[in-house]
């Protein structure tokens, strides 16, 4: 058995396929690497150009877990992000995007309408998972002035072999507003102050991977889901929860 640990897997396609509007936030085209060995904190590098909210995309990977001089590699393109962990290793990947601050620190230098001028209710993200031969979470956080955030955990997906059409993970806008919330994949929602989805200042894509993790992920966006296939296609108590709270709000 080899303990390479590809994350090759975990492709985050946010939600491309519902409709014409959409808040991009990375298709994973600019080509990027990092790779880090046990110890001595995480190694990150810096990408810009087009195809990136806010021009440059963050990237650190930790490995917290490993044999003496093996290690984890994060990569980007093709319109894929990947993280490759060798034998026994377990690593954690941040993905940031927030400006052009060269800096894992967590900068604010998005104007980011996650709505693109529709319902909050009308949006969301789809994250696919392409490949994930280990369990993993994930979250997802946004953050807008004043310090305010909502970060969302929820358990990957593992796959049995590289699927091409992927296995999503949904995840409505509207989520960002049900702080507390836990139920189905979603481990919960962390919130501080009211987060404006019109306003991002900075998105961060967070995975923690377990040891012999290969995870593949798509590219990232912001797309308008007709409610009746939001309803088809979630079903989920995280979207019967926003359903709940915007008739509440009619
Ligand atoms: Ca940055
Ligand atoms: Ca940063």
């Known amino acids: 058995m080899t303990f390479k640990l590809k994350v090759l897997a975990a492709a985050i396609t946010m ?30 590098t810096f990408v810009s150009g087009a195809g990136i909210v806010g ?28 993280l490759n962990s060798q034998s026994g290793v ?18 604010s230098g998005l104007s980011l309408d996650l709505t693109d ?10 994250i696919r998972t392409y ?15 004043g310090g305010a955030s909502s970060v969302i955990l929820l358990n990957g997906h593992t796959t049995a072999g590289f699927i091409a059409a992927g296995v999503p993970s949904y995840i409505p806008l509207a989520g960002f507003q049900a702080c507390g919330f836990v139920g189905g994949d979603v481990l919960g929602v962390t919130c501080s102050g009211s987060v404006d989805l019109t306003q991002i ?41 926003a359903a709940f709270r915007r008739r509440k709000q009619d």
Not at 69 to 82: D, E, K, M, Q, R
Not at 91 to 104: A, E, I, P
Not at 117 to 126: E, K, T
Request: hydrophobic content about 45%.
């Open 117 to 126: 001028g529709n319902p909050i209710a009308s949006m969301g993200f789809v």
């Open 15 to 44: 939600g491309f396929s519902f409709g014409a509007n959409a808040a991009v936030i990375d298709l994973f085209t600019q080509a990027q690497s990092v790779s880090d060995l046990l110890g001595g904190g995480a190694t990150s």
């Open 131 to 145: 490949n994930a031969d280990s369990p993993f979470t994930f979250s997802l956080g946004a953050y807008s002035a």
């Open 201 to 241: 200042s900075a998105l961060e894509l967070r995975v923690y991977g377990t040891a012999d993790l290969d995870l593949t992920i798509g590219s990232a966006s912001s797309s308008q889901v007709p409610e009746p296939a939001v309803l088809a296609l979630l079903g989920s108590s995280l979207f019967g929860l």
């Open 55 to 82: 021009t440059e995309r963050d990237v650190s990977v930790d490995v917290i877990t490993s044999p003496i001089g093996l290690g984890a590699t994060a990569s980007v393109g093709s319109g894929y992000l990947s």
């Open 90 to 107: 377990a690593g954690n990947l941040v993905v940031q995007w927030d400006g052009v601050d060269g800096s894992m620190a967590l900068g």
